[in-house]
């Protein structure tokens, strides 16, 4: 008995107590070309009748039913848990540009049949890759009283200085910056814009900073100027509009860098690989750091860099 209870005791550690059936080496390895079968969440009824008889274990396991394990496992995390039947957390179509989901099916042509589907299908795919860099502004006046006073600091215009010459320096054909409205922003991307002559500005008031969501935890010291239904739906527009797959237009890769806030930056990132967005506030962001996403025509989403700024020298990096 001891014996089998060291092995349900391992089954537990392999599993993380939530297993249909856990398979334990005792002495042998299995002969190559047997997989062990994938383990689904699900109930009694269904855990019963996804377990294989004891016969089709291969050689040297000892298959353990689930009752078993339950009676030495712990419950799993609940955050390790996952919804049955969906295969993993991600939602391919969270841009909403999912080519079944741009397609109206009812409308269909039953004469011509899946061939035109699959014709359709293919014309509404991203063919190329989208690179996002999120610039954080520079150090500005915190003692202005109105936006127009809140100006970079002599610093905070060296660190803009110093995100410029890091872009040039990255050899890429930039298509374009989009920057918010506000002053700080504003300057912060006149100085960029001076090492990437020729790439075209875009001022938006979407970018704007303001209090995406509660966060949570919440900040017992941190109360936001604006409530959050005033700036969250706007900070979510921003992200719907310009955080997406490309275009089915789109032929080549793109590089665009979007001149923003910390908050509006930390909130795009937590919606774009689809983290809990309330967690938003949990980032930290330096002064003219730089975040990279990449976005690829399949909607897959990666995170090269988050508010890098080892480009600045030590005592020019700061987080006001």
């Known amino acids: 008995m001891s014996f089998r209870r060291a092995l349900a005791l391992a089954a537990c550690g392999l599993a993380g107590g939530s297993v249909l059936f856990s398979a334990v080496a ?7 070309g047997g997989d062990a079968a994938e383990p689904r969440p699900g109930g009694s009824a269904a855990t019963a009748a996804a377990v294989p008889a004891a016969s089709a274990a291969p050689p040297g396991l000892l298959l353990l039913p689930p009752a078993a394990a339950a009676a030495s496992c712990p419950p799993a995390p609940g955050w390790i848990e996952r ?15 999912e080519p079944l989901a741009l397609i109206n099916l009812k409308k269909k042509n039953e004469e011509t049949g899946e061939e035109e589907l699959a014709s359709r299908l293919d014309h ?9 860099f999120l610039i954080r502004h520079s150090q500005y006046n915190l ?7 809140r100006t970079l600091t002599p610093l905070g215009r060296e660190q803009a200085e110093l995100t410029g010459h890091r872009l040039a320096s990255l050899g890429l054909k930039f298509d374009q910056i989009i920057h918010s409205s506000m ?5 912060t991307t006149e100085i960029i814009s001076k090492h990437l002559p020729g790439v ?9 900073e303001g209090a995406p969501i509660e966060p949570d935890p919440p900040v017992s010291h941190w109360k936001p100027e604006a409530v959050y239904y005033e700036d969250g739906a706007r900070i979510e527009a921003a992200f719907r509009n310009f955080i ?25 990132v937590c919606r774009a690989l689809q ?20 976005i690829r025509p399949n909607g897959r989403v990666a995170l090269r860099t988050l508010g890098d700024t080892g480009f600045m020298p030590p005592d020019k990096i700061t987080r006001t």
């Open 26 to 32: 005792v002495g042998k390895q299995p002969a190559r």
């Open 83 to 97: 919804p049955a039947g969906t295969g993993g957390y991600w939602d391919s179509n969270w841009d909403r540009r």
């Open 124 to 132: 509404c795919k991203a063919k190329a890759t989208r690179h996002i």
């Open 143 to 149: 003692d202005g009283r109105a936006d127009k006073d």
């Open 183 to 187: 002053t700080r922003a504003t300057e």
């Open 200 to 208: 075209k500005k875009i001022s938006t008031d979407l970018l704007r």
């Open 244 to 268: 997406h797959r490309a275009d089915a237009k789109q032929e080549e890769d793109s590089y665009e860098i979007f001149v923003c806030h910390a908050n509006v930056i930390r909130y795009i």
């Open 275 to 294: 983290f809990p967005p309330e967690g938003w506030l949990r980032m930290s962001l330096n002064n003219g750091s730089i975040t990279h996403l990449v």
